[in-house]
């Protein structure tokens, strides 16, 4: 009874999590570069790759840039980062760049292996060992707003940099 009592309850919290949603106007997932898109979409293009992530979809025209970053924590521990972006002009030689981080940690963990082995009804299933592998353990948008912030601060530097070479 215990067991049901924890399981609804579980499912009662995650049910309702959207009305814990506050739509505020402040967040740390967007920030204004002054530099038209052209210049700030390119200048996070660079940022990525200036810090060694990899490009989901890196067209020129690409409304949204994704980019994936992989960690090793330990021996039995990856960590992905993956940061997508999206740039919007504001019409007043500036731009709005936003960006929301995804982070998933993913473990080796052991699954058990087993043989079925019949003929029609009668089948037995035998146990055949287990093998390692690698589950997500955790996914969950980044909310730092100081990691933010440092993007934010690197895709302006570059954009100063492209603004200052165009004129």
């Known amino acids: 009874m215990l067991v049901a009592t924890v ?4 499912c009662a919290s995650t049910k309702d999590i959207h009305r814990k949603e506050t739509f505020n ?3 740390p997932f967007s920030a204004k570069v002054n530099a038209p898109s052209k210049i700030a979409c390119w ?3 660079r940022a990525f790759l200036a810090q060694g992530y990899m490009l ?3 067209t020129a025209e690409a409304a949204t840039l994704t980019g994936i970053k992989e960690f090793q924590a330990d021996d039995e521990t990856n960590v992905t980062l993956r940061l997508q972006t999206s740039c919007a002009d504001n019409n007043d030689g500036t731009s709005t760049v ?3 981080a995804l982070k998933e940690v ?3 963990q052991s699954e058990k292996q087993h043989r079925a082995f019949g003929i029609g009804w009668a089948t037995v299933t035998v146990p055949a060992g287990s093998a390692k ?3 997500p353990i955790s996914r969950e948008t980044v909310n730092d707003p100081e990691f933010y912030q440092r993007f934010y601060a690197l895709v302006s530097k570059l954009a100063a940099e492209d603004a200052r070479k165009a004129r």
């Open 7 to 10: 399981l609804a309850g579980g």
């Open 25 to 27: 106007s402040t967040t």
């Open 43 to 45: 200048s996070v293009k």
């Open 56 to 58: 989901d979809r890196s």
């Open 98 to 100: 936003y960006a929301t």
């Open 106 to 108: 993913n473990q080796v």
């Open 133 to 135: 592998v690698l589950r």
